[in-house]
Each structure stands twice: as C-alpha cells, then as structure tokens.
C-alpha cells in the first residue's frame, strides 16, 4: 500500500472540490495555517469553518458581522467639505473650557505615572 503524499492528503482532507454550499469543514492547526485565506473565503461563502488541534475542535471561524454605526462608503477618510464658519460655530467657549480640563488632566496623569516608573539598570 503506497501511502498519499503530503499534497494528496491535505487537498482530500480539506476536500474543496466537494464541499457543499453550507458544508462542515474541520482542519488542522497546521492546514490552517498553510491555507487561511481559502478558509476565510469558505467561511464568508457560508461554510463552517472549524480548527482542530489534535482532532480535537478549538475554533470556529465566522464571518464578522456589520457595526450598526459603520455604513460601507461612508464619510471615512473623505475631508470635511462644510465651511470655516461652521467648524468655527462648533468650538464654543464651554468646548475650549473642557478641552483645557481635559488636557490638564491628562498631564497630570503623566506626571504621576512618570514619578511611579521605575528604571532598573
């Protein structure tokens, strides 16, 4: 009896030619590794993704779903086209008082943290 090489026993393990749209699927830490990208892939296609280490179920690989704040496309990374006045408009005088709080406080906390550091030599 021949025994499979390294290539023929991952590609049958991980089976990808006969996975079923919705299929369960279980590998090794090591096929894992070696072949993240098409597990992410099957686990966005709606595929269960999980990762054994020593036959032994450890994770399940999910997609992420969606933050309700975050809409794709969105204002992130485009400049802010509104005029000087209005950003002018949005710093009042109680915004610049809890800045200035706020920035007092934080080198304050510097300070302490600084004199509790110890330097070993």
Not at 57 to 73: H, I, M, N, T, W
Request: glycine share 8%.
């Amino acid at each position: 009896m021949t025994v499979p090489s390294r290539r023929s026993r991952s590609s049958y393990s991980l089976g990808w030619s006969n996975l079923a749209k919705g299929a369960s699927l279980q590998v090794n830490m090591l096929e894992a590794k070696s072949q993240l990208s098409k597990l992410v892939k099957a686990a966005m296609a709606g595929d269960d993704v999980i990762i054994a280490s020593h036959g032994k179920p450890q994770v399940r690989l999910v997609p992420c779903a969606p933050s309700k704040g975050l809409v794709a496309g969105s204002s992130l990374g485009r400049r802010y086209q509104g005029s000087a006045a209005e950003i002018d408009a949005a710093f009042t005088e109680a915004v610049d008082q809890e800045v200035a709080h706020l920035a007092a406080l934080f080198v304050d906390l510097l300070g302490r943290m600084k004199a509790n550091v110890v330097v070993p030599y």
